[in-house]
C-alpha cells in the first residue's frame, strides 16, 4: 500500500510544489488547508470589514489551494484550529506586547498548530506522515536532526526550533532540498495555478500592513516620552508596545535643533514609567549586548551544546553569531557572544546550530552588556 501523506497546504506556491512532489514520488496524498483565524469574528474588534478581508485574504488562499488540488487531482479539505490558535498563540503575542517584548508568534504556531493540532488531525485521517512547505531538512541517520534548508536565503528551521524530536519524526520537508528559483520553476513547468504568485509575508491574522492600528484594537495605547540616555524628552510615542529594540522608523524626532542629523534608533523600554530612550547611530554602543538569558528551552534532539562552539541566530535571516552555552546555578541558561551582537531583543528567539543543524532555541528572556542588564 502507499504511505499517505497529509500536507499543509496555505495557497501558497511553496506548498503548491511539495504537494505536487509528493505526489510524483509515489505517496497516496490528501491536502489539509488550516483555517486559523475568524475573520467574521473579528471584523467586529477591527471596526471595518472591508480592511480585515485585505488584510487576511484567507478565502483567496483556501481558492488557490482548491485550485492546485484539483490539478493535482487530489483532495483537499478544510480544517478549523481557530480555538487552538488563539489560546496557544494569539494570546501569546497580546501578553507578550503587554510585557513591553517583541514576540514570535510563528514560532508558536509551528509548535502548537502546525506540528501539534495539525498532526494529531492528520493521523485521525490515517496519515503516515505529514509534511509542509517549509524550506527545511530532517535527517534520521543518528535520532531525528533538524537541518537548514538548502536556500540559505530561505531556510525556515528558525520557526522550527521549538519542535520536539517526537514531532519531527513522521514529517516531510518536500521542497528543504530545493533552491526557492527551482520551486517556481517546478511550479511553471507543472502549470501549477498558484507558479506566479507573491510570497506571502507578515503575520496571517495581521497581513501586511495595518499592524499598529490591529494592535490598539486589542491593547490600548498608552502615550509617553521618548527620551535620550541622559534624560531629555525629545518626543512622544503612542505606545511602547509599537517599538523594539533597534527600531528607526516610525519615532518622528529627526530634525531636532540641538541635535546633529544622525538617525535615532530605539535603545531600550522603561514599562513603569513608559518611556521610550532613543539614542543617535546604528551602532551607538547601547545597542549591543555580549550575553543574554534565556527562558523556554527546546534542544531538539537532546544533544549537549553546552561550553562548545556553536553559533545562533537572533533574529531571522541575521548572520550567524558566535556564541557558547552556560547552564547556571538557578538552571537557566546564558549565552555568551564571541563578539558583541546588535539588538538582541527580549521575546525573539535566540536559535542554536552547529554548522547546517539546527539544535532548538530558546525566547530571549534578558539582555547584557557585560554584566549590565539592558533592554527592557
Given at each position: 500500500?502507499?504511505?499517505?501523506?497529509v500536507?499543509?497546504?496555505?495557497?501558497?506556491?511553496?506548498?503548491?510544489?511539495?504537494?505536487?512532489?509528493?505526489?510524483?514520488?509515489?505517496?497516496?496524498?490528501?491536502?489539509?488547508?488550516?483555517?486559523?483565524?475568524?475573520?467574521?469574528?473579528?471584523?467586529d474588534?477591527?471596526?471595518?470589514?472591508?480592511?480585515?478581508?485585505?488584510?487576511?485574504?484567507?478565502?483567496?488562499?483556501?481558492?488557490?489551494?482548491?485550485?492546485?488540488?484539483?490539478?493535482?487531482?487530489?483532495?483537499?479539505?478544510?480544517?478549523?484550529?481557530?480555538?487552538?490558535?488563539?489560546?496557544?498563540?494569539?494570546?501569546?503575542?497580546?501578553?507578550?506586547?503587554?510585557?513591553?517584548?517583541?514576540?514570535?508568534?510563528?514560532?508558536?504556531?509551528?509548535?502548537?498548530?502546525?506540528?501539534?493540532?495539525?498532526?494529531?488531525?492528520?493521523?485521525?485521517?490515517?496519515?503516515?506522515y505529514?509534511?509542509?512547505?517549509h524550506?527545511?531538512?530532517?535527517?534520521?541517520?543518528?535520532?531525528?536532526?533538524?537541518?537548514?534548508?538548502?536556500?540559505?536565503?530561505?531556510?525556515?528551521?528558525?520557526?522550527?526550533?521549538?519542535?520536539?524530536?517526537?514531532?519531527?519524526?513522521?514529517?516531510?520537508?518536500?521542497?528543504?532540498h530545493?533552491?526557492?528559483?527551482?520551486?517556481?520553476?517546478i511550479?511553471?513547468?507543472?502549470?501549477?495555478?498558484?507558479?506566479?504568485?507573491?510570497?506571502?509575508?507578515?503575520?496571517?491574522?495581521?497581513?501586511?500592513?495595518?499592524?499598529?492600528?490591529?494592535?490598539?484594537?486589542?491593547?490600548?495605547?498608552?502615550?509617553?516620552?521618548?527620551?535620550?540616555?541622559?534624560?531629555?524628552?525629545i518626543?512622544?510615542?503612542?505606545?511602547?508596545?509599537?517599538?523594539?529594540?533597534?527600531q528607526?522608523?516610525?519615532?518622528?524626532?529627526?530634525?531636532?535643533?540641538?541635535?546633529?542629523?544622525?538617525?535615532?534608533?530605539?535603545?531600550?523600554?522603561?514599562?513603569k514609567?513608559?518611556?521610550?530612550?532613543?539614542?543617535?547611530?546604528?551602532?551607538?554602543?547601547?545597542?549591543?549586548?555580549?550575553?543574554?538569558?534565556?527562558?523556554?528551552?527546546?534542544?531538539?534532539?537532546?544533544?549537549d551544546i553546552?561550553?562548545?562552539?556553536?553559533?545562533?541566530?537572533?533574529r531571522?535571516?541575521?548572520?550567524?553569531?558566535?556564541?557558547?552555552?552556560?547552564?547556571?546555578?538557578?538552571?537557566?541558561?546564558?549565552?555568551?557572544?564571541?563578539?558583541?551582537?546588535?539588538?538582541?531583543?527580549?521575546?525573539?528567539?535566540?536559535?542554536?546550530?552547529?554548522?547546517?543543524?539546527?539544535?532548538?532555541?530558546?525566547?530571549?528572556?534578558?539582555?547584557?552588556?557585560?554584566?549590565?542588564?539592558?533592554?527592557?
Open positions: 500500500m502507499k504511505k499517505r501523506v500536507i499543509g497546504m496555505s495557497g501558497g506556491v511553496d506548498s503548491s510544489v511539495a504537494a505536487y512532489l509528493l505526489k510524483a514520488a509515489g505517496y497516496d496524498v490528501t491536502g489539509l488547508f488550516m483555517v486559523n483565524w475568524d475573520s467574521a469574528a473579528n471584523q474588534v477591527l471596526g471595518n470589514p472591508t480592511l480585515l478581508d485585505d488584510m487576511c485574504p484567507q478565502e483567496k488562499d483556501y481558492q488557490d489551494a482548491l485550485n492546485v488540488a484539483n490539478h493535482l487531482d487530489i483532495p483537499l479539505k478544510r480544517v478549523d484550529f481557530i480555538e487552538e490558535y488563539w489560546e496557544h498563540v494569539f494570546q501569546y503575542f497580546l501578553d507578550e506586547y503587554e510585557r513591553g517584548r517583541t514576540p514570535n508568534p510563528d514560532i508558536l504556531c509551528n509548535k502548537f498548530i502546525k506540528f501539534a493540532a495539525f498532526k494529531e488531525h492528520a493521523i485521525n485521517l490515517g496519515a503516515d505529514i509534511a509542509m512547505g524550506y527545511a531538512q530532517i535527517r534520521r541517520e543518528n535520532g531525528v536532526e533538524l537541518l537548514r534548508g538548502r536556500d540559505r536565503n530561505k531556510d525556515q528551521t528558525y520557526f522550527l526550533s521549538q519542535l520536539t524530536a517526537k514531532q519531527l519524526e513522521t514529517v516531510l520537508f518536500p521542497i528543504g530545493l533552491e526557492k528559483t527551482e520551486v517556481r520553476q511550479a511553471k513547468d507543472q502549470n501549477l495555478p498558484t507558479a506566479d504568485k507573491k510570497d506571502s509575508t507578515g503575520i496571517c491574522f495581521i497581513g501586511e500592513r495595518a499592524f499598529n492600528e490591529f494592535l490598539k484594537n486589542y491593547l490600548p495605547a498608552q502615550p509617553g516620552d521618548i527620551k535620550t540616555l541622559d534624560g531629555v524628552v518626543g512622544q510615542h503612542q505606545g511602547l508596545m509599537h517599538h523594539t529594540i533597534g528607526r522608523k516610525g519615532l518622528g524626532i529627526g530634525g531636532l535643533k540641538d541635535y546633529d542629523n544622525e538617525p535615532w534608533f530605539v535603545v531600550s523600554k522603561d514599562l514609567t513608559n518611556t521610550l530612550y532613543a539614542a543617535q547611530g546604528y551602532h551607538h554602543p547601547e545597542l549591543y549586548a555580549t550575553s543574554c538569558t534565556l527562558e523556554d528551552v527546546n534542544i531538539i534532539n537532546q544533544k553546552f561550553n562548545k562552539p556553536l553559533t545562533a541566530k537572533f531571522y535571516r541575521q548572520k550567524d553569531q558566535a556564541v557558547q552555552v552556560q547552564k547556571q546555578d538557578d538552571g537557566t541558561l546564558r549565552v555568551l557572544f564571541d563578539q558583541p551582537v546588535r539588538a538582541v531583543t527580549p521575546g525573539q528567539a535566540c536559535v542554536f546550530y552547529d554548522d547546517d543543524v539546527c539544535l532548538g532555541g530558546g525566547t530571549i528572556a534578558a539582555v547584557y552588556q557585560h554584566e549590565r542588564k539592558l533592554n527592557v
